[in-house]
T-cell receptor, first 116, second 114 residues
Framework: NAGVTQTPKFRILKIGQSMTLQCAQD?????MYWYRQDPGMGLKLIYYSVGAGITDKGEVPNGYNVSRSTTEDFPLRLELAAPSQTSVYFCASSYGTGVENNSPLHFGNGTRLTVT | AQSVTQLDSQVPVFEEAPVELRCNYSSSVSVYLFWYVQYPNQGLQLLLK??????LVKGINGFEAEFNKSQTSFHLRKPSVHISDTAEYFC????????????FGAGTTVTVRA
């Protein structure tokens, strides 16, 4: 059971380039999330999805786009990379909500992105 | 909106000593509370969570936390730490009405020394 798989692990981009961070989960989770982690700032939610075909903005969505065509995959797109997007990006998934079904977030191991 | 404040950014501690990591939250409505741990170069893992019921919650690896509604706190404790507890710890909160969206604190780095 692979859990949440993120690719690539590392990437260096030049300003203005675009790229897609891949995220796949094999746990049949409905909920998926993208967070960015910056030193001393904790994790900030970029986008999230409550199921295939449904996405919504989190706290810091500017400069990013997502899609959720299948339950398994939730790619994050950077269209015009900027130095402010240098960060570690984590994808996560979860099963359910509510007191009875609340499940922990399962995180991938992250993608370390540098924009220069 | 809910928010979380972790009061200590770094906590150095000697092996076998106790440790307490402080977390305060802000919300006008009922919340769920969580502690996650992040080991170097890994994603986060759930340590424990408070959803309802007993305010003292026990988690993995000997950690426990106490929910204090009057003080809006959820402090994490371990009576005796090991070198392997060296990691970054995150407190998180979600609204009960919207519990799949977590807000994370800035994190507390725990360094355990022999």
């Amino acid at each position: 059971n692979a859990g949440v798989t993120q690719t690539p692990k590392f990437r260096i981009l030049k300003i203005g380039q675009s790229m897609t961070l891949q995220c796949a989960q094999d746990m049949n989770h409905n909920y998926m999330y993208w967070y960015r982690q910056d030193p001393g700032m904790g994790l900030k939610l970029i986008y999230y999805s409550v199921g295939a075909g449904i996405t919504d903005k989190g706290e810091v969505p500017n400069g990013y786009n997502v899609s959720r065509s299948t339950t398994e995959d939730f790619p994050l797109r950077l269209e015009l990379a900027a130095p402010s997007q240098t960060s570690v990006y984590f994808c996560a998934s979860s099963y359910g909500t509510g007191v009875e079904n609340n499940s922990p977030l399962h995180f991938g191991n992250g993608t370390r992105l540098t924009v220069t | 909106a809910q928010s979380v404040t972790q009061l200590d950014s770094q906590v150095p501690v000697f092996e076998e000593a106790p440790v307490e990591l402080r977390c305060n939250y802000s919300s006008s409505v009922s919340v769920y509370l969580f502690w996650y741990v992040q080991y170097p170069n890994q994603g986060l893992q759930l340590l424990l969570k408070y959803l309802s019921g007993s305010t003292l919650v026990k988690g993995i690896n000997g950690f426990e936390a106490e929910f204090n509604k009057s003080q809006t706190s959820f402090h994490l404790r371990k009576p005796s730490v090991h070198i392997s507890d060296t990691a970054e710890y995150f407190c998180a909160v979600s609204l009960r009405s919207n519990d799949y969206k977590l807000s994370f604190g800035a994190g507390t780095t725990v360094t355990v020394r022999a």
